[in-house]
C-alpha cells in the first residue's frame, strides 16, 4: 500500500476549502453557510497538519490546536447569534435576513 504524499493530503485540503467556498456563494440558508464555512476553516487545518507532518516539526499542530480552540468558541457564538435571528424573524434565509434594523 502507498502511503499518501504531501501532495495528496493538498489535493483533499483544495477540494474540501473549494467545497466550502462553493456553498457560501451559492447556498442561501445561514446554517448551511455557517458549515460551508467551517469546512472552510477544517480544510486550512488539514493543510497546515500535513505540512506539519512532512516537516516533522509540531508547529503546524500546535497551530491547529488553537485554531481548533478558536473554531469551538466561534461555533457557540455563530449558533447562537443564527438562533436568535431565527427567533427574532422566524427564518434563516439570507435573503430574507438583509436588514440590520427592522
Known sequence: MNPA??????AVS?????????GVLLRRN??????????????????LV?????QGTLDG??????ILTIAAAEVAVGL???????RRRHTVSVEELNHLKH
Do not use: P
Open 30 to 47: 445561514t446554517l448551511v453557510i455557517y458549515m460551508c464555512l467551517e469546512l472552510m476553516l477544517l480544510a486550512s487545518t488539514l493543510a
Open 14 to 22: 483544495a477540494l474540501l476549502f473549494a467545497l466550502g467556498f462553493l
Open 61 to 66: 499542530a500546535v497551530f491547529v490546536f488553537f
Open 50 to 54: 500535513a505540512f506539519s507532518k512532512f
Open 5 to 10: 504524499g504531501l501532495d495528496t493530503y493538498l
Open 80 to 86: 447562537a447569534i443564527i438562533v436568535a435571528l431565527f
